[in-house]
């Protein structure tokens, strides 16, 4: 037994100093960073990813613990193999809002193929920014944290992003995108600060994340397809919106969405649907809402197709086709009296929905209400508040 022990240490041994691993490895500090959150280490970022991005190995960019300051950065692909960035520390944005705030992105991914970033905490320090919107100022149009543009086979796990400008994490004409176990979080009162908006991207799944922000804890836009999530704490916050859609007369759908084991706590909505009043190409379909508890939400169960934020009313019918919704195992509480809104566009009713064993209380003391306006569907199982949905 000790002869294969000694056997086993000296193969281990050989192994790490005549086999070292292929990977290629970047630490942002050997490449000029500092971790001193005051020091501007962009040129050391972006020498770290040109190295990665052109070598032929598969390759990790390591942040060590610390705070490293960061202006706007792009990392651009494509690159020759597959890119981890591995943050143990703190990436902050400069305090002045103005210099991340003109571009629309702090940190952008654009163009690339098997990156995954791992860990680590984005502060882009908004609270300035916030604060210029409310006041009415001329504000720069302020940056989403951080974006992947046309990347493919992305997986972002354990990021934490607190205090955005504007959006926490968007995807934008993506494929395969798994994001999971993430924490995006910005005061209730934060404008804009929606945690994930997903838009144009087809294969993105969002598994085991907590949301707390001042908008949408995620926004599903146009041309989204095969969106999974599950296991997402939302609240505070504007819930899961799907749109707003129907602004634009030939703007894509959605379909193919899943949001499942789910929990909306304080939050303005839970499950919504929203599209403006103008004629539009769009379409909501094959949509699937269940197994979620509601605590305390204002709206649990929402379909607006007269959206209408800020007075800004067209005044006219939804093109937006809502067809093949289904709203399974729904059950808690509702701020509001009524717990279910179906306000669906007299041009072109919601089709196809259904409700099963819905149990929403209004305040946990009151039975709540539901209405229903040009909608057809069917209800099956329990049913509180009692369905509105006539057979269609």
Known sequence: MAAKLIISCILSLFLTFFFK??????????????????????????????????????????????RYLI??????????????????????????YHVIGKTGNWILFVQVDRVSVIGGTLDAQGA??????????????????????WATNVMISGLTSINSQLIHLAINRCKNVIVRNVKLI???ESPNTDGIHIQSSTGVTITGSIMQTGDD????GPGT??????????????????????????EDGVEN????????????????????????????????????IMKNVQNPILIDQNYCPHNQCPHQA???????????????????????????????????????????????KAAATSSCKNIGGMSSGVLMPESCLYEG
């Open 21 to 66: 691993p292929s990977n290629a490895a970047y630490n942002v500090i050997d490449l000029g960073a500092k971790s001193d959150g005051e020091t501007d280490s962009t040129q050391a970022f972006l020498k770290a990813w040109a190295a990665a991005c052109s070598s032929v190995k598969a390759s990790t960019i390591y942040v060590p613990t610390g």
């Open 71 to 96: 202006k706007n950065i792009v990392f651009r692909g494509p690159c020759k193999n597959k890119i981890a960035i591995q943050i143990k520390g703190t990436i902050v944005a400069p305090t002045d």
């Open 128 to 149: 300035g920014f916030w604060a210029c919107r409310k006041s009415g100022q001329n504000c720069p149009v302020g940056s989403r944290s951080i974006t992947f543009d």
């Open 186 to 188: 910005a005061p209730d």
């Open 217 to 220: 804890c995620i926004s599903i």
């Open 225 to 250: 397809r095969n969106l999974y999530m599950s296991s997402i704490k939302c609240g505070p916050g504007h819930g899961v919106s799907i749109g707003s859609l129907g602004w634009g007369l030939n």
């Open 257 to 292: 969405v899943t949001l499942t084991n789910s929990r909306f706590t304080g939050s303005d909505n839970g499950v919504r649907i929203k599209s403006w009043a103008r004629p539009s190409n769009s379409f909501v379909r094959n949509v699937l809402f269940q197994n979620i």
């Open 318 to 364: 939804s093109g937006v086709k809502i067809s093949q919704v289904t709203y399974r195992n729904i059950q808690g509480t509702s701020a509001t009296a009524e717990a279910v809104t179906f306000d669906c566009s007299p041009g072109n009713p919601c089709r196809g929905i259904i409700l099963q064993d819905i149990k929403l209380t209004y305040m946990n």
